[in-house]
Nanobody, 115 residues
Framework: QVQLVESGGGLVQPGGSLRLSCAASGSIFSSMGWYRQNPGKQREWVATITSSGMTNYADSVKGRFTISRANAKNTVTLQMNSLKPEDTAVYYC???????????WGQGTQVTVSS
């Protein structure tokens, strides 16, 4: 049974930093990534990292966010710097099973950027 546990959200002032973590268990995963969503809007892709460490970022976060993973711990981390009010959202971890390709989602963690 796959389980994802997210942590690290909170309230931060513009220009500040936060680190989100997602610990996955129950399988071996290929890609791991982060999405975000605001009420009434579609879920938006933020960043992805493959099992070999290749990363991709949405243009809106490129240069400010860094995604990394610890394969031995099945953990993916999103370091968010120079945060802006428009980064405010619920952030979701998403992982994909290596053998089945099934996608799994975390429960979401709130990030609020406000003065």
């Amino acid at each position: 049974q796959v389980q994802l546990v997210e942590s690290g959200g909170g309230l931060v002032q513009p220009g500040g930093s936060l680190r989100l973590s997602c610990a996955a268990s129950g399988s071996i995963f290929s890609s791991m990534g982060w999405y975000r969503q605001n009420p009434g809007k579609q879920r938006e892709w933020v960043a992805t990292i493959t099992s070999s460490g290749m990363t991709n970022y949405a243009d809106s976060v490129k240069g400010r966010f860094t995604i990394s993973r610890a394969n031995a711990k099945n953990t993916v981390t999103l370091q968010m710097n120079s945060l802006k009010p428009e980064d405010t959202a619920v952030y979701y971890c998403k992982v994909r099973g290596l053998t089945t390709g099934t996608a799994y989602w975390g429960q979401g963690t709130q990030v609020t950027v406000s003065s």
